[in-house]
């Protein structure tokens, strides 16, 4: 006989969104998809670390949350870095005794051919795009596992499924990233750690903004989405408070695609 299903916690909906007490590490978070990701869990009431490379960076975008009376502190390291990346986690450990939420954004990007790319840089891509995301995950679910839950989270990108020339290596990156995180929902999930992905369009981010205002590419780009436009940055925080929250508690395994329908259109 199959056992009645277990009543809803006695939160509002709105709550189930809170984020309150949790500590959330987002990487790459000085500005970008990062940066509103780490904006909008902070708001949402989690202490939220803020990552980048350069430590006066990280140290200043975790001050202008303070500033707007959210909760944050700078947590500087390289995620191509071990030794690095060992250091800030055991700093965790050390100033705030747990990590709820691990949002693995980090990415690089190098749009040359397969031709036109050398080994070395093919190396530091997948380094970067992968190897690092499957060292954060360990070093995160670690820790989530003692404390008998977590939520993992992934950026990766439409391009894991789509394809077009000239530009091989970050799409296979992120969908050995995709691959990764449903194999960690199967790993992790008895432990009450659930494992997703956010799939982004394009989106009019920093690093996009010679591309938004190429006046060839960027109308082009636009126009291949339904929605007829790019994305803007802040457009990507919901689903990731959404898939940290009690909200998504059941939710494992899967991507989320946030690109306003441009991976379902051709």
């Known amino acids: 006989m199959m056992s009645a299903p277990t009543l809803p916690p006695s939160l509002s909906y709105l709550q ?19 940066w509103e990701i780490a904006r ?35 947590l500087p390291f390289d995620v191509a870095d071990e030794a690095g990346m060992r250091a800030a986690f055991a700093e965790i450990d050390a100033r705030r005794g747990r990590l709820d939420i691990l949002v693995n954004n980090v990415g690089a990007r190098n749009r040359k051919t397969l031709r036109e790319l050398e080994l070395t840089e ?16 360990k070093l995160a679910a670690e820790r989530m596992l003692r404390q008998g839950g977590g939520r993992l989270i992934a950026i990766t990108s439409v391009v894991g499924e789509l394809a077009r020339a000239g530009d091989a290596v970050y799409p296979a990156a992120k969908q050995g990233l995709t691959g990764m995180m449903r194999a960690l929902a199967a790993e992790f999930g008895p432990a009450g750690i659930t494992s997703n992905a956010i799939a982004p369009g394009t989106f009019a981010t920093e690093t996009n903004a010679a591309m938004v205002a190429d006046p060839a590419v960027g109308p082009r780009l636009a126009a291949r989405n339904p929605m007829g436009r790019w994305g803007q940055p802040h457009e990507i925080a919901g689903a990731a408070v959404f898939l940290a929250s009690p909200a998504a508690s059941f939710i494992n395994g899967q991507v989320l695609a946030v690109d306003g329908g441009l991976s379902v259109q051709f």
């Open 16 to 34: 189930q969104f809170s984020l309150a007490g949790q500590v959330a590490l987002i990487t790459g978070s000085v500005r970008g998809l990062g």
């Open 40 to 74: 909008a869990m902070a708001a949402s009431g989690a202490h939220v670390l803020i990552n980048g490379r350069n430590a006066a960076a990280a140290e200043a975008a975790a001050q202008g949350l303070r500033e707007a009376g959210l909760d944050a502190s700078a």
């Open 122 to 137: 093919i190396r530091e891509l997948i380094d970067t795009d992968l190897v690092a995301g499957i060292m954060l995950a």
